[in-house]
């Protein structure tokens, strides 16, 4: 039996979807990644909460870590979205492109709001703003559909144990603190010169 994944973007050209050679879809441009700093020295940075329980928790401790041991100047955007499986739409993109250098978003521990966590951050990529989007591991297999449908194959996010939810306040705060070289890592091309993307 195969299972079939929607765009929930509903940006998906009607016929077609991911090439069979994992592609990207017909009709839709190749994605390319945002250009990446150097560093977040300065950076502001924007948290884009999908409304699961213990997101938002997460999403501030990384904030918090990015601005007090990575040198970012502060967050400049915390959003929390309509549905977990909705995604964002122009509009918030327009506010985070005004408000902020980089994206965290999250996160994804189902299915439906691990598709649409995905198609946030290429949403965000195509924009011009770095994200990394946070996917718990049961999901990957959602997500990489997803990332197909959205004609970026090799879309990469930040990967933890599922699940998310069922964590205390420490033990998301401990998993924030271990996700965060990751999550610079994503962010930043330290070294490389900018608007190399995948």
């Known amino acids: 039996m195969t299972d079939t994944i929607l765009d929930p973007t509903g940006r998906a050209p009607a016929t077609?979807?991911?090439?069979p050679?994992?592609?990207?879809?017909?009709?839709?441009?190749?994605?390319?990644?945002?250009?990446?700093?150097?560093?977040?020295?300065?950076?502001r940075i924007g948290l884009l909460d999908n409304t699961k329980h213990n997101?938002?928790?997460f999403l501030q401790a990384v904030g918090e870590l990015l601005v007090e041991e990575h040198g970012a100047d502060s967050v400049g955007i915390v959003e929390t979205k309509a549905n977990f499986s909705v995604p964002v739409d122009e509009e918030i993109i327009s506010r985070y492109r005004t408000a902020c250098d980089v994206v965290v978003t999250g996160v994804g521990d189902c299915g439906s709001c691990s598709a649409a966590a995905v198609a946030d951050g290429i949403a965000f990529e195509r924009a011009g703003l770095p994200a990394a989007a946070v996917l718990t591991d049961a999901f990957d297999i959602t997500g990489r559909t997803m990332a197909g449908v959205q004609g970026a194959p090799d879309y990469a996010w930040i990967r933890t144990e599922h699940p998310m939810a069922v964590l205390s306040e420490d033990q998301v705060r401990e998993r924030a603190r271990r996700l965060v070289p990751e999550i610079l890592s994503t962010l930043t091309a330290p070294g490389r010169a900018t608007g190399e993307g995948a």
């Open 16 to 19: 077609g979807g991911p090439a």
């Open 21 to 43: 050679d994992g592609t990207a879809s017909e009709g839709r441009p190749a994605v390319r990644l945002a250009p990446r700093p150097d560093s977040l020295a300065g950076a």
């Open 55 to 57: 997101a938002m928790l």
